[in-house]
């Protein structure tokens, strides 16, 4: 259990004055949640997007199972098996709920070079897919144009795609954001049952959601990492405390 | 666009009254009406191939006309030189129509390849300028080009050679065009549900998520560009056929313009509502300003002032153009 899937060392990006992240490390062990928190414009997005290579770094390093992949396209990131949801929804809107997953599977399986053959009927494709959005409870919609689908529905979908392929590592901006008490629930029960076969690396405002599902936090302030380590250290750390969980009990 | 066994009986029906409408023209024994009818197969050809990028990737390609054009002068240069008889960069130059296909081929995918290299690399307003100024830069090369007639173009005496058929016969060069549209059309019908054609749907849907699940989507846009590219020099080597002539006018922005129009006309990311709309856009042309003129001696030259109002309807109306209107717009 100790394996490690995902190294960041180091990471560092400025945006003009602003230093989004400062040398941020971070570990992923085989199987666990990872959640990063900190408050709004800490840099957790940034450094997922550095992580997913939408974004380069300007110094620092990425391993993924070993393999340095700083350099790396996000395409070929994606395809050595780091997906990744994004903080806005970020779906396919004007396919089918099928199609969306379909294509994801489609990204693992092989040349997507392919200019005669149904795609839309090829079972090696819909068949994970459809097994995919039953293990998400979306099954009912799958002939849905996805633009249609509830914003929970979309958040549920997205998670879907980006389990096609079976990634080595997950990165979740947010996975809550938006959704009402009984959608977030579900939300993490969903999550919570892809552990032990999926590593995680969670963002979250959702301190419950955070507590819950976490095997380890670490918390980002002004593009810092102030504090990392098992929950119940995290929760009682001072420093922790009044840079952030504080303020959100305050706030 | 549907899959063939999902058609409704709308589709079905207009399919069935095109395809036999497109077979049954020639036996008019019209000479007017055969040439008309060849014309609008052309430009459906180039509009329907315009649709891959415009309709299925979501670039709005403003320089097309380049492609169309190099088609073209392929047929001009080639005639020329075998005309007088002299060679082209060494080569002999050939009459023979399947030649000059590769050879259009070779030339617009190239040309393809090496600006929609830079195009690509932008959206939006960026693309549609910068592949205008691509075609700009080619317009003016062939304008400035006095070993080619410069701006007054070739005039050919004859026709391409197809081998054992005749295509200096105007039946036989209909039905010749015929057969090169209804051959992309079912290759475009099947590319569109294929691998490839799902990832250049997606990525014009959502190109950041379709990089994120891993596909390289710069590569897949690039080669739907090229077929787009290859496909419309096709119909320039038909077009400079039809007409017996090639001139810069051909790689005009207004020809890209009108190619555009012709798809947003017919019903965009259908492929078969361009052929739709280079049909109604070609009538509208050679009919409205006769209309027009009944009304009141010489309004007909004003005939692209009504384009203007219908394409604002088309857009506001029927997003999904002629063919949306007739077939429904349920996918
Ligand atoms: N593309 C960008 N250009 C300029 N500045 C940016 C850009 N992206 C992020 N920033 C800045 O970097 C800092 C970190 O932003 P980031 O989005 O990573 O924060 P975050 O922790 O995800 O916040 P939130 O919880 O609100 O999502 C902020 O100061 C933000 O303004
Ligand atoms: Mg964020």
């Known amino acids: 259990m100790s394996e490690e899937v995902l190294r960041a060392v180091d990471l560092t990006r400025r945006f003009g004055g602003v230093i989004a992240c400062d040398r941020v490390s971070l570990a992923l062990r085989r199987g666990e949640i990872h959640a990063l928190i900190g408050p709004n414009g800490a840099g957790k997005t940034t450094f997922l997007n550095l992580l997913s290579g939408e974004l380069a770094a300007d110094s620092g390093r990425i391993l993924l199972c070993g393999r340095d992949i700083t350099r790396l396209p996000t395409h070929r990131r994606a395809r050595l098996g780091l997906a990744r949801s994004f903080q806005i929804t970020s779906i396919l809107p004007g396919m089918s709920v099928l199609e969306n997953v379909s294509l994801a599977i489609q990204a693992h399986a092989g040349s997507s070079f392919r200019f005669f053959a149904d795609a839309g009927r090829d079972p090696a494709l819909n068949e994970p897919a459809s097994e995919l959005l039953a293990r998400v409870g979306l099954r009912e919609c799958a002939g849905l144009p996805a633009a249609r689908l509830a914003h929970g529905q979309k958040r549920v979908l997205e998670l879907a795609m980006a389990l096609a392929g079976d990634p080595e590592v997950l990165l979740l901006d947010e996975p809550l954001a938006g959704l009402g008490p009984e959608e977030g629930r579900r939300m993490v029960e969903l999550l919570a ?59 | 666009m549907p899959r063939l066994s999902e058609m409704g009986w709308r589709w079905r029906i207009l399919l069935a009254l095109a395809l036999l409408s497109a077979l049954l023209i020639p036996w008019t024994g019209d000479d007017y009406l055969v040439k008309l009818a060849t014309r609008i197969l052309i430009f459906a050809l180039a509009a329907s191939a315009l649709d891959l990028v415009l309709g299925l990737g979501g670039l709005v390609s403003f320089g097309h006309a380049a492609f169309l054009g190099l088609g073209a002068y392929v047929v001009g240069i080639m005639f020329l030189h075998d005309f007088e008889g002299t060679g082209f960069l060494g080569l002999a130059p050939s009459q023979d129509i399947f030649v000059q296909f590769l050879l259009a081929a070779l030339v617009a995918g190239g040309f393809a390849l090496a600006t929609g290299a830079v195009c690509l690399r932008t959206r939006g307003v960026a693309f549609i300028m910068i592949t205008l100024a691509f075609a700009q830069m080619l317009f003016f090369f062939f304008v400035s080009l006095r070993r080619y007639n ?9 026709r391409s050679r197809g081998g054992w058929l005749e295509l200096e016969d105007q039946r036989t060069f209909y039905y010749f065009v015929l057969a090169c549209l209804v051959l992309f059309l079912v290759f475009a019908a099947r590319l569109y549900h294929s691998r490839f054609g799902r990832v250049v749907r997606g990525s014009k849907d959502n190109d950041r998520r379709m990089r994120a699940l891993g596909f390289p989507t710069y590569r897949y846009r690039l080669t739907a560009y090229l077929l787009s590219a290859v496909v419309t020099s096709i119909a320039g080597v038909l077009l400079a056929n039809a007409t017996y002539f090639v001139g810069p006018a051909y790689l005009s922005w207004h020809m890209s313009g009108q190619l555009i129009v012709m798809v947003v006309l017919g019903g965009i990311g259908t492929l078969f509502g361009p052929v739709l ?17 009944l009304f009141a001696a010489g309004a007909g030259e004003y005939w692209m002032l009504l384009l203007g109002p219908l394409l604002v309807i088309v857009a506001l109306f029927a997003r999904r153009g002629l063919l949306g209107v007739l077939v429904g717009t349920g996918r």
């Open chain 1, 193 to 251: 049952g892809l552990r032990p076969r999926t590593t995680m690396l969670l963002v979250e405002h959702d301190m419950d959601a955070v507590f819950r599902l976490a095997d380890r936090v670490t918390v980002l302030v002004y593009g810092r990492v102030i504090a990392s380590g098992d929950p119940d250290g995290i929760r009682r750390d001072p420093e922790v405390r009044s840079a952030y969980l504080g303020e959100e009990e305050g706030g």
């Open chain 2, 150 to 158: 410069g701006e007054d173009g070739i005039a050919l005496w004859n």
């Open chain 2, 277 to 293: 709309g280079a049909a109604l856009f070609i009538l509208l042309e050679e009919f409205l300003p006769d209309v027009l003129d």
